[in-house]
């Protein structure tokens, strides 16, 4: 796993909502919006399960995710890779489920986001760098 630097943290931070991405094993892509997620530490991202559907079928068949943020203020981006755990008990469900509840919404899997890549994504001769 790497760690995301505070700057690149409080970029993520402010992504709402944020875009996930996945695949499936056929490499077939699909993206959608979060609002619903925290981060738990300088490594790691919970998204909490209310709605997924093929999102959640591609992570079981294919545990990787791409996440991808933009400050129009700070005009930075960047552009997280990593793997997903898929948790229903356990602390980081408990999480999960404590915020699902407060929306009356399902909570049913904490997905635990494990930074392994980042990369620049920002327009310009470093775009695509990878960062750590
Ligand atoms: C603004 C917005 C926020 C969303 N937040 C969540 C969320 O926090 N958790 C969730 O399970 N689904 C959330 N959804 C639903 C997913 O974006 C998506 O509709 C769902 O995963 C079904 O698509 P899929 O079949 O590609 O997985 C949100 C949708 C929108 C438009």
Redesign the pocket.
């Known amino acids: 796993m790497v760690k995301m630097p505070s700057d690149i943290k409080e970029i993520v931070a402010k992504q709402v909502?944020l875009p996930i991405a996945t695949a499936d094993k056929s490499g077939k892509p699909?993206v959608?919006?979060?609002?619903?997620?925290k981060i738990l530490d300088d490594e790691t991202i919970l998204?909490?399960?209310?709605?997924?559907?093929?999102?959640?079928k591609n992570l079981e068949a294919n545990p990787q995710m791409a996440i991808v943020a933009y400050d129009s203020e700070a005009k930075k981006s960047y552009q997280l890779k990593g793997t997903i755990e898929i948790e229903t008990s356990g602390a980081r469900f408990d999480i999960a489920t404590g915020m699902a509840d407060a929306k009356k919404l399902p909570g049913k899997a904490a997905l635990v986001f494990n930074v392994k890549e980042i990369y620049n994504a920002t327009y310009g001769p470093d775009a695509g760098k990878r960062l750590a």
């Open positions: 909502p699909n959608v919006f979060v609002t619903m997620w998204f909490v399960d209310n709605f997924f559907n093929k999102t959640r």
